[in-house]
């Protein structure tokens, strides 16, 4: 049976949002630290932040007294000699650092994962690659030397050695030191940096080793190790934080519209005190306040954030992408399916940390560095012109009359100084909830013209079940964000064929709403293999290697075929098939997704489609890039030390047009997404 699909323009014309398809960014999984923060040593500057081992989520609500954390300097360092922790003087102020008497060696692993394999190396060294080291030490007291390299798990150099002079002595000592490739920039207070590069001599995993032989005491902070060729090398603007190279390239090939930052749960933080800082990721990477992060809940190795992945680094990456930064800023409680401790909403801390702290990072966004101290800082860094930022959301996941007390406040005040910033609030991150509703009407009757953040974590059967679901949301009010969605499965492993499909199916029914769904992202976005503390994320990565799940092809499939207009479909016999289709002045997108397991003969019928000058259009020919497996448990797959396995890749093919007509077959359980070339 054929089954007949009609695409026509609307009766009444509705624009596809330009901000429909983005991303959203958290530190979960080491998607910072031990991901796109290049620098691979574990806890490089001394100052890890800790939760006690053994602690969980449940733990939170029932004792969390549990969740004070602590500081372990030498955690991820392999030490041998006198190594301890000192305080005495800092590089910076509120900074720790190690201290050596005579000699020693350090070694560190870099990121294992969850749970850290004693000895497993996790450095990736390829032959013939640059590597960059730096460190500040300060040698006042110390007449020696350091010699840096990488060694495999059997003790063979995986990297050339590189040796660091490092002499006690009045200005002498202070001079840049150039021996052996070092070089060395003088500090206040005996702090010296040095840095010297190492050529990579063969390709496998290692752990960093410092060895360290003299006499005295000598101290050292901020140690850092990553390969040279980072994202932005040579580029003045990416002055602290680097960022790892191939995640920000598999990023850009998706074209996002925008980037959401830094959560997700850790904006809230596991108990007060934590939530996120953004003030503290700033600087020079020395100067940055660690912090520990939420996520460790699901770890028994411990999870620090370094911030060397800041809210600068976050807004370049968004410039260097093209992006629009949606920053999301803490709403005054911690996370409320943890702990869920809010601050008095009239108190002054709720006045400075999250009133002001709005208006201070629009400053640092978008401020005259001559005027405003926070632009200055944005300035100091290597980026006077401002950032243009347009969107900021207030609180995750949160409800209640003291978050929404706080959404007017916060409202009113934007709309008073800053009416060009679209301020995003939360639903209740349960979907159709009483809470949820009243959110809804909470935020469609006093504030209009914002955005509501939903997000949605279920099972196939949900997501093909609610490709309608805007289909009847109005349009008189707020728009939609669809900041966290992902496809779950109870019974089988993350991130199958079949999840994929079901998120294929369900963006259908966004992107036929696109003009009331504004803003869409799939999350997690990245995970550290042996690192997840989420089951399904779109981009799995190794030390080395790269993976692009199903899911991240459907996403990519969809944010690089999408028009400005949104095209009618209509059809016959639809069960199993879900479509959409928007047009622009060069294509007209069609996406399908056949999700029954018989192939569906389709029809495709395009009269009445406008071309360029308002006439019927006429088309050059079609082609159709599509997903298909017959195994709805088939998945891509990496491991730690291997390669990318693909069981879901992407396909292609031509399809015949007669005239305005495409009649094609579609197999079972298949995503085909179809570009029409008007003439």
Known sequence: MERKITIRESEMPKQVSDMLYGLFLEDINFACDGGLNANVLCNNSFDGWYMKAGVVEKDCRRAPEKIVPHKEGLKFWETRGQVDVGIRKPLCATSEYARVRDEAVLKNYGYNGNDIVTGRCAISIVEGHTYQFSGFFDASEYEGEACVYVEDENGTPL????????????????RPDTSEGGSGEPREGGWQKHETDLDGKHTAYGCFV?????????????????????????????????????????????????????????????????????????????????????????????????????????????????????????????????????????????????????????????????????????????HPKPFGLKYIGFGNENWGDHYWNGCRRIYKLIKERHPEITLVFSANPIYGIPDFHKNWKTIRTEMPDALLDEHYYRYPKWFYK????????????????????????????????????????????????????????????????????????????????????????????????????????????????????????????????????????????????????????????????????????AKNNLTFTGKPEYEVEIRQKKLVMDENEIDMVLPGQTLGVIRVKIK
């Open 466 to 633: 609610k490709h309608k679901v805007y289909d009847k949301y109005p349009r008189t009010s707020a728009g939609v964000f669809a900041g966290e969605y992902a496809c779950n499965m109870k019974l089988s492993a993350p991130n199958v064929f079949e999840s994929a499909l079901s998120e294929a199916a369900f963006l259908t029914g966004i992107e036929r709403n696109a003009d009331l769904v504004k803003l869409s992202s799939y999350a997690p976005l990245f995970s550290l293999v042996d690192g997840a503390q989420w089951e399904h994320n779109m981009i799995n990565f190794s030390p080395r290697e790269v993976l692009k799940t199903a899911n991240y092809l459907v996403q990519y499939l969809y944010m690089n075929n999408v028009g400005t207009r949104i095209l009618d479909m209509r059809g016959s016999g639809k069960r199993g098939l879900y479509y959409s289709a928007t047009a622009d002045g060069r294509f007209v997108y069609v996406k399908v997704v056949n999700a029954a397991k018989k192939a569906k003969r389709l029809r495709l019928d395009l009269k009445g489609i406008l071309g360029g000058a308002g006439e019927p259009a006429k088309f050059f020919g079609a082609q159709m890039q599509y997903l298909h497996s017959e195994d709805l448990r």
């Open 159 to 174: 990297t050339e050695k590189k040796y660091v002079i490092l002499s006690a002595g009045g200005e002498e000592a202070r």
């Open 210 to 382: 410092l060895e360290i032989k003299g006499v005295g005491e000598l101290s050292l902070d901020c140690l850092s190790f990553m390969d040279a060729d980072y994202w932005g090398a040579n580029d003045p603007k990416w002055s602290q934080g680097k960022l790892r190279k191939d995640l920000v390239q598999v990023l850009k090939e998706l074209h996002p519209k925008f980037l959401r930052f830094p959560g997700g749960c850790i904006t809230e933080g596991a108990a007060p005190g934590n939530e996120y800082k953004w003030k503290n990721t700033l600087g020079p990477l020395e100067q940055r306040v660690p912090d520990y992060n939420l996520w460790a809940l699901r770890t028994t190795a411990g999870y620090n954030q370094s911030y060397a992945v800041g809210f600068y680094e976050y807004f370049l990456l968004c410039e260097d992408l093209q992006m629009e930064p949606l920053p999301v800023t803490w709403a005054g409680t911690s996370c409320q399916f943890r702990t869920g401790v809010p601050i008095d909403a009239d108190c002054e801390k709720y006045e400075k940390e999250v009133i002001q702290n709005v208006f201070d990072l629009i400053d640092y966004a978008n401020g005259d560095p001559a005027t405003s101290e926070w632009a200055k800082k944005r300035a100091d860094a290597g």
